[in-house]
Every structure is written in C-alpha cells, then in structure tokens.
C-alpha cells in the first residue's frame, strides 16, 4: 500500500480522533459543544425543509412538462457553437436548480455514454466546478429571511456559466 494509500485511509479516523482531543486540550466541553451543535444544526434543518421541499417540487414539475427538453432544444444552437454537445444542455440546465437532480442527470449521461467518454468527462468535471445557485438561495436566504436575491442570484448564475465555460476548456484541455 502506498503512502498516499495509507494517507486517505487514515485521513477521517484521524480527525475523528484529533479535534475532540483539541477541544479537551485547550478546556473545552466537547460532548456538550457537540450536542448545542447537533441540537441548533437540527433546529435550522426544520426552518429550512419547506423551502427545500418547495425548490424540489418546482424542479419536478419544470423536468415532468417537458419545459426542460424545450429550454434545452431552444439555447441548443448558443451552446453548439461553444462546443458543448446537447446531451449536456440538461445538466447545465438542472445544475443551478438542484444537485439531487443534476446528479440524476450525470448518472444518466454517464450510464449512456461511459465515464471515461467526453461527455462522461465533462458531466463529471461540470459537476465538481459549478454549484447549485437556485438551491442556495432558496434554502439558507430564505432560512435567514432574505427576501431580495437579485444581485445574488446574477452573481451565481455567472459563476455557474464561466464554471461551466471551464469545465469545456478543462475538458477540452486535458482529453481532446
């Protein structure tokens, strides 16, 4: 077994281990820190479930009526000519609305086409390089209240586009 090997391996267990045994070093209540924690983390996990639930039905009825494939064939001529294939557009299409849902897309495209194939690659790196903008804003700007997500919203939507824009490049870089 390598030394790499043996590094992730043991990465986890030894956290596990080392960051209790911090907190007790420099006097902290571990057990009771952990427990505030668990008890606040589940108290945020309740405000945010019919925001959560609210984005996964609005998904669902999008990808159900077929607005999605229409969206895809209509900006499919933009994307051609970036060089992204149209198998991909519904990933680009999910990725910002919900990673449950992209990632049911990556598993579908990967199933189709293999993951050592361009489009298996470049789902795969699409994926890593890009975030779920809609799903971020809904669940915690709603959990704290925010109700304007304008300027948010432009800002994540760019960052999806130029991680997808490098995604290709990387893609196209590194496997073509």
Not at 78 to 93: D, H, K, N, Q, W
Not at 147 to 152: E, I, L, T
Request: aromatic letters at 10%; a positive charge; hydrophobic letters at 55%.
């Amino acid at each position: 077994m390598s030394l790499l090997d043996t590094l992730s391996l043991w990465t986890i267990p030894a956290m596990l281990a080392l960051i209790p045994l911090w907190g007790y070093i420099r006097k902290v209540k571990v057990y009771d820190t952990f427990i505030e924690g668990a008890e606040e983390g589940l108290k945020v996990a309740v405000q945010i479930i019919p925001f959560l639930v609210a984005m996964m039905v609005a998904l669902s009825v999008f990808r159900a009526s077929g607005a999605m494939d229409l969206l895809a064939r209509a900006i499919n001529p933009v994307t051609a000519r970036l060089g992204f294939p149209s198998e991909i557009l519904p990933l680009m299409i999910v990725r910002p609305m919900s990673g449950a849902g992209a990632l049911a897309v990556t598993a579908d495209l990967l199933k189709i086409h293999h993951p050592d194939s361009y489009i298996g690659r470049l789902a795969s790196i699409m994926q890593g390089s890009t975030d779920t903008t809609f799903y971020v804003l809904t669940v915690y700007f709603g959990a704290v209240g925010i109700r304007k997500v304008r300027y948010a919203a432009a800002v994540g939507l760019t960052a999806d586009v130029v991680g997808f824009l490098a995604a290709l490049w990387a893609c196209n870089w590194f496997f073509r």
